[in-house]
């Protein structure tokens, strides 16, 4: 296995990456009351001295009311939220790391499993998580507004604390894909809209507010994703020109890598080519992409939620791609959520010592 593409440094504006792995962003629920603790520092930390090129922290919220459904997942606002932040970039960076956090808004979501509830309810374009099932209250221009300006704020913090990047979490369904989603935005002003392009006018404003108060050296991610947790099949993009109308003007508003969300990731984006999201991204926008999905292990990762164990499996289709030039970075979520050491496995070849992954690997900070 020649892995020599893989282990090739990578620098755009603020990035200055050892190699193209990157850990994708994981939701783990251990920053009681939104506070990011001394465990987590030491869990990316690990990642850093394992020689991950960039670490993605898992999903970090703005300060908006309702931003999140859980207590336990981190805020990326507050004194003492953003103090644990600072322990964490400062050890990553004692480490020989890179990191930039996940900036997020979950939108209208269901109700966490252990009863506990926001102080006002859910927002998003409209009241609905998916067609048929409302949970929530449709934003006024004004949270619009506000919901942009934390972003920003959030972004500014980033980068004050020293973060190399900062990636804002456009996928999965939460708060800027419930924009972009003809079946969660149904709105009549100007942040609705009958195409795909009308209905991203929020995120591209998102975009904006983020460039303008981080300036334009620091590097910006989107991540994005045609696929959504009520329709894992759903696109959407449904041809190259709407996806090329959608993603470029998310360039022009400041994005400098787009983060192609997959569930799989050497699955044909459009008949006729076997380029994936990444690849046809890279190709319409001609900015940096990362490839995600299944990467490193034999089963995919809502799977993984379900119980379903994964075994380590072949790189060798990722390389062929990456050495084709498909997508500039790998995002490899679970396999080094499991193993801190996965990139110096792969390094060195050592695959014989590569590990799975388990459920259970989610209920502990390893």
């Given amino acids: 296995m020649d892995t020599t593409t893989l282990f090739k440094p990578f620098q755009l504006k603020s990035l200055n ?20 603790t001394p465990d987590v520092a030491r869990y990316y930390a690990k990642r850093a001295a394992g020689e991950v090129g960039l670490i993605l922290s ?20 507050g004194e003492q939220s953003l103090a644990g932040w600072q322990r964490v970039i400062d050890q990553v960076h004692a480490a020989g790391g890179s990191m930039g956090p996940q900036i997020w808004h979950q939108g209208i979501i269901e109700n966490h499993h252990s009863g506990w509830l926001p102080a006002t309810p859910f927002e998003g374009p409209s009241e609905l998580n998916r067609p048929g099932f409302a949970n929530g209250r449709a934003m006024t221009e004004a949270d619009i507004h506000d919901t942009i ?37 149904n709105r009549t002003d100007g942040y609705g809209g009958k195409t795909l392009a009308e209905r991203s006018r929020f995120a591209i404003e998102v975009i ?31 041809t190259p020109q709407e996806m090329e109308a959608w993603l470029q003007p998310l360039a022009d508003a400041g994005v400098d890598i787009f983060h192609c969300s997959q569930r799989r990731f050497w699955e044909p984006e459009f008949e006729g080519a076997d380029l994936n999201f990444a690849g046809w991204a890279k190709k319409l926008t001609g900015k940096a992409t990362i490839t995600v999905g299944s990467i490193g292990l034999s ?68």
Wanted: net charge neutral; proline share 5%; charged share 25%.
């Fill in 17 to 36: 990456l050892k190699n193209r792995i990157v850990m994708a962003p994981m939701t783990r629920s251990f920053s009681p009351n939104g506070v990011p």
């Fill in 58 to 77: 898992e999903g970090t919220v703005i300060d908006r009311p309702s931003s999140s459904a859980d207590p336990n997942i981190p805020h990326f606002y």
């Fill in 149 to 185: 300006r934390a972003f920003g704020r959030a972004a500014a913090d980033a980068k004050r604390l020293g973060f190399d990047c900062v990636e804002l979490h456009g996928a999965h369904g939460y708060l800027i894909d419930q924009f972009f989603w003809e079946g969660t935005n």
């Fill in 208 to 238: 904006k507010e983020v460039r303008r108060q981080v300036g334009d050296d620091f590097t910006i991610i989107l991540r994005l994703s045609q696929w959504k947790p009520a329709d894992y099949t759903g696109k959407l993009a449904k």
């Fill in 299 to 366: 089963g995919e990762f809502l799977a993984a939620f379900r119980g379903e164990s994964s075994v380590p499996s072949s790189l060798d289709e990722l390389l062929r791609r990456l050495d084709r030039g498909d997508f500039d970075l790998v995002g490899v979520g679970r396999a080094i959520l499991a193993d801190p050491n996965w990139v110096l496995k792969i390094k060195l070849n050592r695959t014989e010592e590569l590990v799975g992954f388990a459920k259970e690997a989610l209920a502990e900070l390893v």
